[in-house]
């Protein structure tokens, strides 16, 4: 939401609680009445219920300037906005330090990938309302198991977080895990067009099969020289 949608929605807030309120006043004592008069123009309003309209009447103008009040303060108090970059970060001790989210990710990602079923891991830092939200991705082996290896990255996560950095508010992380597909399948290394070609030289005819040697038939018999 950005400044100019705030300070509409601040303006809509205080004009509905104040016409819910006019109303109100007007409904719980019904001899006043409400006389605008600008030059030629002349407004005159009055209300004239029994009892028990009066009140239901009133109840309901009183919601609706609660909804008013609540859009006020969203409008005043915006949520807050994760932020990235420097943080000021107050240790276990007391101590303020100011720690970069790159060196906090970076630490993280080489303490995950220290762990014995994790190949690869990714790291995100940001801070919301000043407590520090972890979420890491990783890539496991194809025969670990999914729930040991979240546990472990999520104890990790915080630990590390804690015990290396001294933080004192820290989230549990957002753990997002990927099999190593390429884990189980042999890579093939595929040949680029024309290497075989350039390497083997132009191409040449296969060799003719060699004759076969003639076998004279087994009752013949070889004439002798004179």
Known sequence: MTTLHRWLLAFYSSLLIAV????ALLAWDQERQLDVDLRGFRFVSSITSGESEKG?????????????????LVAIFPAAKARRGVFRLRQASGTIVEVSAESLESLLEDELERLP??????????MVSG???????VVIEPSAHVAHVSAAVVHHTIETLKERVGLTHVNRPG?????????????VAQRPAGVALAMAGPSQPPPAPAPAPSVAPAGSA?????
């Open 131 to 137: 407590i520090i939200q972890p979420d890491v991705t």
């Open 117 to 126: 079923d994790v190949r690869q891991a990714w790291a995100s830092v940001s």
């Open 175 to 187: 753990i997002q895990v990927s099999y190593e597909e390429f884990a189980e399948r042999p890579v």
């Open 222 to 226: 070889r004439p002798e020289d004179e």
């Open 56 to 72: 239901a009447f009133i109840l309901l103008l009183w919601v609706v300037a609660m909804f008013g009040v609540i859009t006020m």
């Open 20 to 23: 819910c309120g006019a109303l």
